[in-house]
């Protein structure tokens, strides 16, 4: 079995005493080997999966995604990575496989969340309505208590963005919730090594405020086309071939660049179906790829949405609330865009629903019309599309990462509970721990330096 995390023993009044007798010896003990502790604590969790490594879980119902249910089912981990799934009587498990039961229960892949903000990150302030180059990667706390509630309700994979209070907000960052210590140990890298990412933009009422920030719609729009042409003609003049008239370089039209490219996905907050075609106006001038999020009214534009090819990443609201925006959202927004054909995901926005919620979106789609099949997909697979990353996770196939979430039952079912969490063969929740089942119950130190960031609100404890 992977190693698990080392507990630190304590009197049961959660302090380390050192007024009683002996205490200098015992707190040098108790120092020296806490400190100990701490270091194999770093080592267990920056460590790789141990090398050759194989586990088959046998005797769950296995939901792939991309393929059909089987009914007690085996899959086959090794080194990280899936290897095989299949029914247990056809797939053979390896002699030298550690087998674990999962008899009655159910396993679907890790869960893609499209749109975050746990990790208490801010990304752009209220100095310019524009900030391309601005990384949420850079105000990320790896230890907040959100990253474990996180892997608490299933999720393994994030997008986790700078805030919409702004036109361009900044830098997203793709992370794979691995138990480390790091933000670095927690990117999702390209085949070269560099960090996946995306840029934050948003239209509507968030970005409207006073000078230097515009004031109507409008001007929003025209904020966005000036930065763009911008970015344009610095990407022909940084193509001079002749060095000497290059111009010094610029970060925001850098990144705005490389989004003109198709290296860097926008992705949109927009909530009125105006807004929503004012994004596709921009996407047909500019040229740049983009996932529009949230989408309150995209069900009464489901038909521009198709004929664009764009995907749609919804937010089922859960809390703490709305926005008078989104005052015509509908629950069967997932079902009208299954219906016409166009990709949709599901998000939690966290903090605006709790991550250990997001089965719940998908199981209110269902209820409102969503087919079974879309609606999982749209935790999985549509959003690891969504991120350039559909060929690594979003479903139980050979060759993706072994990111998988172990249920107790089905999952859509309200008294279904998040078991065990698993990525890259490595289990990172285990609902009998019970420290791991703190972060799922909640309780006392659940949210200890936690901060959630609401963009229209400020940060929040």
């Known amino acids: 079995m992977p190693a698990t995390w080392p507990r630190l023993e304590a009197p049961s009044n959660g302090l380390i ?44 119902t296995v939901l792939p995604v991309s393929s059909a249910e089987i009914v007690a089912g085996t899959v086959i981990v090794k080194d990280g990575r899936i290897v095989a799934v299949g029914p247990g009587p056809t797939t053979p498990v390896p002699d030298d496989a550690e ?25 752009g302030d209220s100095s310019a309505p524009v900030q391309p180059d601005v990384r949420i990667l850079d105000s990320i706390n790896p230890r907040d208590p959100g990253f474990r509630k996180a892997r608490a309700g299933g999720l393994t994979t994030l997008n986790i963005m700078p805030g919409s ?46 000078p230097p920030f515009p004031g109507t719609r409008g001007k929003s729009a025209a904020i966005v086309r000036q930065k763009f042409t911008a970015a344009r003609e610095y990407q022909r003049k940084i193509a ?23 290296r860097r996905i926008v992705h949109h907050h927009s909530h009125r179906a105006d807004d929503i075609l004012t994004v596709l106006r921009l996407r047909e001038e500019f040229g740049f790829r983009v996932v529009l999020h949230h989408v309150s009214e995209a069900w009464k534009v489901s038909g521009e949405l198709a004929r664009a090819g764009v995907p749609c990443s919804v937010i089922v609201l859960d809390s703490p ?51 079974r099949e879309k609606a999982l997909e749209a935790l999985t697979l549509a959003g690891a599309r969504m991120l350039d990353l559909g060929d690594r ?44 089942r703190l972060f799922a119950v909640g309780g006392y130190g659940a949210g200890r330096d936690q901060q959630a960031e609401m963009c229209c609100a400020g940060p929040t404890k």
Not at 39 to 57: I, K
Not at 105 to 110: A, L
Not at 328 to 346: F, I, K, Q, R, Y
Request: with cysteine; glycine share 12%.
């Open 240 to 262: 001079d071939p002749d060095i000497t008239k290059r111009p010094p370089r610029d970060l925001e039209l850098e990144s705005l660049v490389e989004c003109l490219e198709g």
């Open 165 to 210: 209070g702004l036109l361009v907000s900044g830098q997203t960052v793709y992370v794979k919730l691995r138990r480390v210590d790091t933000m670095e140990e927690l990117l999702q890298r390209d085949a070269a090594g560099n960090a996946l990412v995306g840029l934050k933009m948003a239209n509507g009422t968030n970005s409207q405020r006073d």
């Open 17 to 60: 005493r050192s007024g009683s007798p002996g205490s200098r010896r015992g707190s040098r003990w108790r120092s020296a080997a806490i400190a100990a502790a701490l270091a194999v604590l770093v080592l267990v969790r920056g460590q790789p999966s141990p090398a050759g490594e194989t586990l088959a879980f046998i005797g769950a």
């Open 99 to 123: 087998r674990i039961d999962v008899t009655g229960k159910v396993i679907i892949p890790g869960l893609v969340d499209t749109h975050s903000h746990i990790g208490g990150g801010s990304g």
């Open 321 to 371: 609330g709305g926005k008078i925006e989104a005052m015509d959202m509908s629950l069967a927004t997932g079902a009208v865009l299954e219906a016409a054909g166009v990709p949709c995901a599901l998000h939690t926005d966290d903090p605006v629903t709790d991550s250990r919620l997001f089965l719940r979106s998908a199981a209110l789609a269902v209820r409102a019309g969503m087919s």
């Open 393 to 436: 996770v979003g479903s139980l196939e050979p060759g993706k990462d072994a990111d998988l979430v172990i249920l107790s039952g089905d999952p859509f079912a309200v008294r279904t509970k998040v078991l065990q969490t698993w990525v890259e063969g490595r289990k990172v929740f285990d609902r009998d721990d019970p420290e791991d």
